[in-house]
């Protein structure tokens, strides 16, 4: 059977994405997270390479099997356009919801991070074109 192939944004140390390959049916080909503790344990239970990116106002291109350790918004996608890729996921549940401390109230709010999502997906379909 063909495995889906993801990339996968935020991943953090990687628990959502083990649940994906404990059903044998997935493969993650790049993963990222801005940290880079939680990049370097991805690193260590997944086996992808890791590589940390820090320059703040450059881009850098996803490639299969990297971990990459950057900010998501600093990352280009078109590399993997060619790539087999059935799912781009981004989660992140930190920015799902914000708790008023004065309020005592819950607010959803939107995520910023949808938009990287949006554009991985967008570049790998060669939808959006860089404007860098």
């Known amino acids: 059977m063909k495995k889906i192939k993801i990339i996968s944004l935020f991943s953090g140390a990687g628990g959502l994405d083990s649940g994906f390959l404990m059903t044998r049916r997935f493969e993650i080909i790049f993963a990222n997270d801005i940290l880079t503790l939680a990049a370097e344990t991805y690193s260590k239970n997944f086996g992808l390479k890791l590589e940390i990116f820090s320059e703040k106002d450059k881009v850098t291109q996803a490639r299969p099997g ?67």
């Not at 709010?109 to 967008?122: D, F, G, R, S, Y």
């Open 66 to 132: 990297v971990i990459l350790a950057c900010d998501v918004a600093n990352i280009g996608f078109s590399v993997l356009s060619d790539e087999d890729v059935d799912i781009v996921m981004g989660v992140t549940l930190p920015g799902l919801f914000y708790c008023s401390r004065t309020k005592q109230t819950l607010y959803a709010v939107p995520l910023a991070e949808a938009k990287h999502t949006l554009k991985a997906i967008l570049e790998r379909c060669n939808i959006l074109k860089r404007q860098r």
